[in-house]
């Protein structure tokens, strides 16, 4: 089983929509935990962090369940420019600073 | 803001060739990654550093070697260049804590041929 797992898409929605992603983790000692967003050809870059008690920013909400082992990000009032890839990241307690990535959920917005 | 800088955005080096990729973060960050992107794959670690001097393997250090002599840069190196070393590589930085998040250089495509 793979230590950080996500459905890679692509979603395609309309403009206005509301979509959620989830991304799945193995390891139960996983300490922190961070959604990044990857343009087409370009480097990640940091969307958020998550917070177990879940957190937003804007359009964007995150959410942590300890319990069933997942994290999640809702994107409401969809974008075109939110179209881009969405990849998981976890961080295991004492692996260091060691970060997992997941391979990604693809997401297009359309008209 | 914080800057990671990689030195080439396209390189292409034929097979045996010795490469050196190059890496300078402006944040003084204690902590250094290399990277590797391929389609399907995903990000996977070559190798990261918490110290001038100090290197770790990371999950697929094989083929690689790394150098960090002063804190702001961490050097990544291909011995002897292979096909199967054609990827994108990423560098990223971050200072310690817990949750303190990976800051990215804008990659570096390597093709060997």
């Known amino acids: 089983r793979k230590e950080v797992e996500q459905d890679p898409g692509p979603f395609n929605v309309p403009e206005g929509a509301t979509v959620a992603f989830n991304c799945t983790y193995s390891?139960?000692?996983?300490?922190?935990f961070f959604w990044y967003r990857q343009d087409c050809r370009k480097e990640p870059k940091l969307l958020m962090s998550?917070?177990?008690s879940g957190n937003e920013d804007g359009r964007f909400t995150a959410q942590l369940n300890r319990a069933s082992q997942y994290i999640s990000l809702l994107i409401r009032d969809s974008k075109l420019s939110d179209s881009a890839t969405y990849l998981c990241v976890v961080r295991l307690t004492g692996g260091g600073n060691k970060l997992t990535f997941g391979t990604g959920t693809q997401l297009k917005v359309e008209l | 803001d914080v800057k990671v800088t990689q030195s080439s955005r396209y390189l292409v080096k034929r097979t045996g060739e010795k490469v050196f990729l190059e890496c300078v973060q402006d944040m003084d960050h204690e902590n250094m990654f290399w990277y590797r992107q391929d389609p399907g794959l995903g990000l996977r670690l070559i190798y990261f550093?918490?110290?001038?001097?100090?290197?770790e393997k990371g999950d697929i250090p094989e083929g690689y070697s790394v150098s960090r002599e002063k804190k702001e840069r961490f050097s990544l190196i291909l011995e002897s260049a292979s096909t199967n070393q054609t990827s994108m590589y990423l560098c990223a930085s971050s200072s310690t804590g817990w949750n303190s998040p990976l800051h990215f250089g804008n990659g570096t495509r390597l093709t060997v041929t």
């Open positions: 998550v917070y177990s």
């Open positions: 390891n139960s000692a996983s300490q922190s």
């Open positions: 550093s918490y110290d001038v001097k100090m290197k």
